[in-house]
């Protein structure tokens, strides 16, 4: 598939198209493993992040106390504050992250609770006529086809940037998404994910639209737009993807 247009949207993966508590709680397991495998005893990251995915709370008490870690906006940034603020270091976290994710593919991703949005498959098809469209995520590209074929996504970008190493590198990412599709500079752009600082604030910061999908109303961030679901985002990506 290539560009069809001078507009670039970028998506987030995780918390904006492919959605589910699975991936999470196999990210606390491996964290819980490393802990137990260092000798640490007590966090139980598996527990406090399945009692929180089910209570739809991540303000979990242990982290208020935590001094400078900030309020995690999904389940990913919970376990990973969890397993910082056990003693792992953020490299730890992403090795038990993508450890995680191996283990729901070896265990087949149609036994797990993986799923798209409603109407994200035919909301792509229609963005991607008007404009380029590149997914952007931390996850790895080894093992990643199976993500797309599980959520009926394989083949709905323009170009994918994996291990994107989003916060730090949204940027860099950007530039590969323009490099991918051939949208030149100058052109417009649009990010849309589920947190503001690794999928909004950076494009923010050079000028770009955001939308941020706020599922549980946190508040943070100054995006252009701020939704509650990928539907309710659907006409602001539909109304700037046919502008000119």
Not at 4 to 22: E, P, S, Y
Not at 189 to 213: E, F, H, M, Q, Y
Not at 219 to 239: D, F, I, N, W, Y
Request: overall charge negative; charged content about 25%; glycine content about 12%.
């Amino acid at each position: 598939m290539g560009a069809v247009a001078a507009r670039l949207m970028i998506f987030d993966f995780d918390g904006t198209l492919c959605l589910g508590d699975d991936p999470v709680l196999a990210y606390a397991d491996r964290v819980d493993a490393l802990l137990a495998a260092r000798g640490v005893e007590g966090p139980d990251v598996a527990r406090t992040a399945a009692e929180a995915m089910r209570s739809g709370d991540l303000d979990v008490p242990r982290l208020r106390t935590a001094g400078d870690v900030a309020p995690p906006q999904d389940g990913y940034q919970l376990v990973q504050a969890l397993g910082l603020t056990a003693g792992l270091s953020g490299d730890e976290c992403g090795e038990a992250f993508r450890a995680g994710r191996r283990r729901l593919l070896s265990r087949g991703l149609d036994a797990t609770d993986v799923h798209a949005p409603d109407g994200a498959v035919g909301l792509l098809d229609r963005l991607a006529r008007r404009a380029a469209v590149v997914l952007a995520t931390n996850a790895p590209a080894e093992g990643f086809a199976p993500w797309l074929e599980a959520l009926g996504l394989t083949g709905a970008f323009h170009g994918i940037v994996n291990d994107a190493g989003k916060p730090r590198g949204m940027s860099a990412a950007l530039d590969r998404a323009r490099a991918l599709t051939g949208v030149p500079e100058d052109a417009p752009v649009l990010s849309i994910g589920d947190i503001w600082a690794n999928d909004c604030a950076p494009v923010a910061a050079r000028g770009g639209t955001t939308v941020l999908i706020d599922h549980r109303g946190t508040g943070v961030g100054e995006p252009t737009h701020r939704v509650r679901s990928l539907e309710e985002a659907a006409p602001h990506l539909s109304a700037w993807a046919a502008a000119r």
